[in-house]
């Protein structure tokens, strides 16, 4: 007698949410504040994309909350190591599958990495397999008033793209913006994108005591989860007018390089990022696109310094963006640094600590190494597994030997 089959459930027209922003924006921020005006019996999912191998924004997310995910009824997956979109459509259908299967939600959000290309992910999420199973809302980007007032922001592709392909733009950290600069920006803004709207969000400087003004903030983000997409619709006219054929391009997902244990550099797990019972403490680092990351998971047990941890994080070269969730001398610490902003808080204990660094690499350093190995006729090491990664001056094994010493 054959077996029973499985009875196959059927999503239609859950409302999901892209939340986009460059690296550092504060998209984080804005998915919390998200967060508080769920309803008390609302199911929702949010799915995060990290651009490295470190769950660490699910772990912020969850310590931020006044109660445990779970009975905010908040399912939380993580999809680390690279771009959901740059790959293929596998990773992106995957994961959002086994959230809408295995959690059955009533909203779903969508979090990318700050180093994401929105416009393939909306062309992806705009794909007619996803039409009836998801109903996309606004694409909400947060844009952060800091990093636009430096020209390498400003005029940075992928920082302008993020705008371009926006129906709203939540617009933070501009309390030191004069009105001159305001203006500035919202021209700025319109010559990229003349149909987005502007969301002017809750100022940090603001004092706490101004509800109207919060309450006013968040009512307006409530909106925005219910506001349909004119960028998504604008994505599947092009579709229909301009049909293009099926193709089947099944890529592997990105294992350039696995997490490596400190303790034995030659071990290593292929599902590092994903394993909870892994040989700690590790660090792992790699080469994506421009940038250098590195990351490290610690024993719970392993309590660091919190002031000298501070100091040699920001000692690290050209970072631009640093974060964990930390056991430190002054209790469990979240780390969220960008080069405009510090912000450390406390949290409740954690299964382990966890950091992530993403560097900047020196292109001048690159191409004069790159031109030397040419000159003697030497492959470019950025693409042999053999040599050395060219990478920005910097020992990942004396950062290892620092950050233990660092253990009281």
Same mark, same amino acid.
């Given at each position: 007698?054959?077996?029973?089959?499985?009875?196959?459930?059927?999503?239609?027209?859950?409302?999901?949410?892209?939340?986009?922003?460059?690296?550092?924006?504060?998209?984080?921020?804005?998915?919390?504040?998200?967060?508080?005006?769920?309803?008390?019996?609302?199911?929702?999912?949010?799915?995060?994309?990290?651009?490295?191998?470190?769950?660490?924004?699910?772990?912020?997310?969850?310590?931020?909350?006044?109660?445990?995910?779970?009975?905010?009824?908040?399912?939380?997956?993580?999809?680390?190591?690279?771009?959901?979109?740059?790959?293929?459509?596998?990773?992106?259908?995957?994961?959002?599958?086994?959230?809408?299967?295995?959690?059955?939600?009533?909203?779903?959000?969508?979090?990318?990495?700050?180093?994401?290309?929105?416009?393939?992910?909306?062309?992806?999420?705009?794909?007619?397999?996803?039409?009836?199973?998801?109903?996309?809302?606004?694409?909400?980007?947060?844009?952060?008033?800091?990093?636009?007032?430096?020209?390498?922001?400003?005029?940075?592709?992928?920082?302008?793209?993020?705008?371009?392909?926006?129906?709203?733009?939540?617009?933070?950290?501009?309390?030191?913006?004069?009105?001159?600069?305001?203006?500035?920006?919202?021209?700025?803004?319109?010559?990229?994108?003349?149909?987005?709207?502007?969301?002017?969000?809750?100022?940090?400087?603001?004092?706490?005591?101004?509800?109207?003004?919060?309450?006013?903030?968040?009512?307006?983000?409530?909106?925005?989860?219910?506001?349909?997409?004119?960028?998504?619709?604008?994505?599947?006219?092009?579709?229909?007018?301009?049909?293009?054929?099926?193709?089947?391009? *099944? $890529?592997?997902?990105? +294992?350039?390089? %696995?997490? /490596?244990?400190?303790?034995?550099?030659? @071990?290593?797990?292929?599902?590092? #990022?994903?394993?909870?019972?892994?040989?700690?403490?590790?660090?792992?680092?790699?080469?994506?696109?421009?940038?250098?990351?590195?990351?490290?998971?610690?024993?719970?047990?392993?309590?660091?310094?919190?002031?000298?941890?501070?100091?040699?994080?920001?000692?690290?070269?050209?970072?631009?963006?640093?974060?964990?969730?930390?056991?430190?001398?002054?209790?469990? *610490? $979240?780390?969220?640094? +960008?080069?405009? %902003?510090? /912000?450390?808080?406390?949290?409740?204990? @954690?299964?382990?600590?966890?950091? #992530?660094?993403?560097?900047?690499?020196?292109?001048?350093?690159?191409?004069?190494?790159?031109?030397?190995?040419?000159?003697?006729?030497?492959?470019?090491?950025?693409?042999?597994?053999?040599?050395?990664?060219?990478?920005?001056?910097?020992?990942?094994?004396?950062?290892?030997?620092?950050?233990?010493?660092?253990?009281?």
């Amino acid at each position: 007698m054959s077996a029973p089959l499985k009875k196959t459930t059927v999503f239609q027209n859950i409302p999901c949410t892209l939340v986009t922003g460059f690296l550092g924006a504060g998209k984080t921020t804005v998915i919390n504040q998200l967060l508080t005006i769920k309803p008390a019996d609302a199911r929702w999912a949010l799915l995060i994309n990290e651009f490295g191998r470190i769950g660490i924004d699910g772990a912020l997310l969850a310590s931020s909350q006044d109660r445990t995910i779970e009975q905010n009824d908040i399912a939380i997956r993580e999809v680390s190591g690279g771009c959901i979109c740059c790959t293929s459509q596998l990773p992106l259908q995957i994961a959002i599958s086994r959230l809408l299967s295995d959690h059955h939600p009533q909203r779903l959000l969508i979090e990318p990495t700050g180093l994401a290309h929105p416009g393939e992910l909306i062309r992806q999420l705009g794909a007619p397999h996803w039409q009836t199973a998801l109903k996309m809302q606004a694409v909400i980007t947060v844009l952060s008033g800091m990093q636009w007032q430096q020209d390498k922001y400003r005029n940075h592709e992928g920082f302008q793209a993020h705008v371009r392909d926006a129906d709203v733009l939540v617009v933070n950290r501009y309390a030191q913006l004069s009105s001159s600069e305001k203006h500035a920006l919202q021209q700025w803004i319109a010559k990229l994108n003349s149909q987005v709207d502007i969301i002017w969000a809750v100022s940090e400087q603001i004092p706490s005591d101004t509800t109207n003004t919060s309450n006013a903030y968040l009512a307006a983000l409530n909106t925005q989860l219910s506001a349909p997409s004119h960028i998504l619709a604008q994505q599947r006219t092009v579709n229909i007018s301009r049909p293009q054929r099926p193709s089947v391009s *099944l $890529q592997p997902l990105n +294992t350039a390089l %696995s997490p /490596t244990s400190l303790l034995n550099p030659s @071990q290593a797990n292929d599902d590092a #990022e994903t394993s909870s019972d892994l040989e700690q403490p590790y660090r792992y680092h790699e080469k994506q696109q421009d940038l250098q990351l590195a990351g490290w998971r610690l024993p719970a047990q392993y309590v660091l310094q919190a002031e000298d941890l501070q100091e040699w994080l920001l000692t690290l070269p050209n970072w631009q963006r640093i974060k964990g969730v930390v056991h430190t001398s002054d209790g469990w *610490l $979240q780390i969220n640094f +960008t080069p405009d %902003s510090l /912000t450390t808080s406390t949290i409740s204990p @954690q299964v382990d600590s966890r950091l #992530e660094v993403i560097l900047q690499l020196d292109d001048s350093d690159n191409h004069a190494s790159n031109t030397a190995l040419e000159n003697e006729g030497i492959e470019n090491t950025l693409t042999s597994p053999t040599l050395p990664e060219l990478s920005p001056s910097i020992d990942w094994e004396a950062c290892d030997r620092e950050l233990m010493a660092l253990v009281i």
